[in-house]
């Protein structure tokens, strides 16, 4: 595959956010944002999965890798991060707070990439699908 190395550096890159994710995950405290953050772990293992089994899409994911999961592992790391500073201010409490939306923000954007990914063959699922119905249909009309 051309630019198989730089492929297979960016799966790796991608990999190596994703261990960071997980790691903070298990240190969350709060059920609600562990929760959260669950979530975008599960759905980003289901892309990276998908990155492995499809590596022509890798440089289609660009902006999930370099962005949406590297920012997931860094917002995630801070909090873990804040959360054991045990300080209880009304900035820390602000914070938290916003983490928690941003992490539902993320949520979102992270099923549009994997939508974004997967769009061909959820095209060819479609036809497929229509096909069928088609042919059905026209075997009832013979009849």
Known sequence: MPNGAELQRRLEEAEEDFRKIEKNVQKIHDMNVRDLAQELQQTASSILSYLEAHP?????????????QETTASLLLKYVELQDSSLDTAEVRRLKTDTAHALTVL?????????????????????EIRLLEKTVEMERGGR
């Not at 890798?58 to 949406?68: E, K, M, P, W």
């Not at 979102?108 to 036809?127: I, S, V």
């Open 107 to 127: 949520k979102t954007a992270f099923e549009q990439q994997f939508q974004k990914l997967m769009r061909n063959e959820m095209l060819d699922m479609d036809a």
């Open 56 to 68: 022509d899409k890798i440089t289609l994911a660009r902006q999930f890798i370099d962005y949406y």
